[in-house]
């Protein structure tokens, strides 16, 4: 296998062209990211290029179930929830689509080193952001940029991982000129979709993002004993501001908008989290089912369209992940989903601050922005979806760590 597969490897993986796993892993996202405009071409598209990657080493399989176990166990909860779902043909239909990107997400992980995979990642978002820009679509509105997105969110938030995975590879000195380069017009041009979108959900994300990125080179700086103390420190004070943020979200929501005329979309997050809390006091254990709540006569979904202008009567969510995905599979799902992407981030963040390489950067600053917008969204977590393949990546990767840090 041309790329290493050690937690920190770089091996071939300079150019990502060059290694037969890389390059699936760059056209999988790439198709991904192609999904809003070109449908179910894309979806099939990845699915081609993923199980391309897995069936290279089909012998690679069970190792690599046993390495990702929890979230097999997740996969298979959505699809057992087919049993009391109240939509069970579309609970087992995503739910497959669910287990086969994790498959996938999985085999990209164990496969690929981390470092293989974000420069794969920086040249998909590239090609999409150059996309975006040439698609020229605006909302019409004229309150968000969209390119070739079906939501200025959706633009924002591929902007902000471009600009988080090109941000890393500029920094590291120890990466070659060519990819230091690439970083640093790949984080401009994410930077400038972000921008372009008017999206504060992806405002906020590129916010906690570089917060993160000062206070782990702060904390290498430091002695081990001062760095338990000051990760603390900064814990409770994140803690703190998120409770700030989620206990005033309407009110800053109402002055941001008074003060700058943008649409802030965070306003009647708090009703719509009321009503998620009434739901899952209803099944607190087995929910709903998966993807089972937000479809055309369902009476919770039906008010919250009406009230909310969704015209379309698809998607939407309760903005908050760990309340939508308890509706949809309840509680003790949504709380193992949640202590994955937590333990990964603690793993990553020390694996950063031990070594600040690019790929261990930018698998702690991707966790860290996913569970920032877990606050406000449901980032991850769903089928045919780039930001869940990219967390799958980053939870594989922190046990790969875990693993090669116990060796």
Same mark, same amino acid.
């Given at each position: ?94 739910? %497959?689509?669910? /287990?086969?990107?994790?498959?996938? $997400? +999985? @085999?990209? #992980? &164990?496969? !690929?080193?981390?470092? =293989? *995979? ?75 979709? %972000?921008?372009? /979108?008017?999206?504060?959900?992806? $405002? +906020? @994300?590129? #916010? &906690?993002? !570089?917060?993160?990125? =000062? *206070? ?84 919770? $979904?039906?008010?919250?369209? &009406? ?96 693993? &090669?840090?116990?060796?």
């Amino acid at each position: 296998m041309p790329v290493a597969v050690g937690p920190s490897g770089r091996g071939a993986a300079a150019l990502p062209v060059l290694c037969p796993n890389a390059a699936l892993a760059f056209a999988a996202l790439t198709a991904l990211l192609f999904v809003p405009l070109l449908g179910s071409m894309a979806a099939l598209a990845f699915l081609a290029s993923g199980l391309a990657l897995v069936l290279r080493r089909p012998g690679a399989l069970p190792p690599e179930v046993r390495l990702a176990w929890p979230l097999w166990l997740l996969a298979a909860w959505c699809l057992v929830s087919v049993v009391w779902s109240d939509e069970p043909a579309l609970t087992l239909r995503y739910g %497959v689509q669910l /287990a086969l990107t994790l498959a996938i $997400a +999985v @085999a990209i #992980a &164990a496969r !690929l080193s981390p470092a =293989a *995979l974000l420069k794969a990642a920086t040249l998909a978002y590239g090609v999409a952001a150059v996309a975006s820009l040439a698609a020229g679509r605006a909302r019409s509105d004229g309150l968000g940029y969209l390119g070739i997105f079906n939501s200025k969110n959706a633009l924002a938030n591929a902007g902000s991982i471009l600009l988080l995975a090109g941000l890393c590879l500029a920094i590291d000195r120890r990466i070659p000129g060519r990819w230091r380069i690439a970083g640093a017009a790949g984080a401009g041009l994410g930077g400038m979709l %972000v921008l372009m /979108a008017n999206s504060v959900g992806g $405002a +906020v @994300a590129c #916010a &906690a993002v !570089l917060g993160a990125l =000062a *206070l782990i080179l702060v904390l290498r700086r430091l002695a081990p004993g001062l760095r338990l103390v000051a990760s603390t420190l900064g814990l409770l004070a994140a803690c703190l501001a998120a409770l700030a943020l989620v206990a005033h979200i309407d009110t800053l929501a109402a002055q941001f908008l008074d003060a700058t005329g943008k649409d802030f979309t965070l306003t009647g997050r708090t009703d719509l989290w009321r009503i998620a809390l009434d739901e899952i006091a209803q099944r607190p254990f087995l929910g709903a089912g998966y993807q089972a709540v937000w479809v055309p006569g369902n009476p919770v $979904a039906e008010m919250l369209w &009406a009230e909310f202008g969704v015209e379309s009567r698809t998607g939407f969510h309760f903005h908050n992940a760990l309340l939508s995905n308890a509706v949809e599979i309840g509680l003790p799902a949504a709380v193992l989903q949640a202590v994955l992407v937590v333990g990964a981030l603690a793993t990553a963040v020390a694996a950063a601050v031990r070594d600040a390489r690019a790929e261990t950067l930018f698998v702690a600053l991707f966790l860290v922005r996913q569970i920032v917008l877990s606050l406000i969204e449901v980032p991850y977590f769903f089928q045919f979806d780039h930001g869940t393949v990219l967390t799958v990546a980053a939870i594989v990767y922190a046990q790969r760590m875990r693993q &090669a840090r116990a060796r």
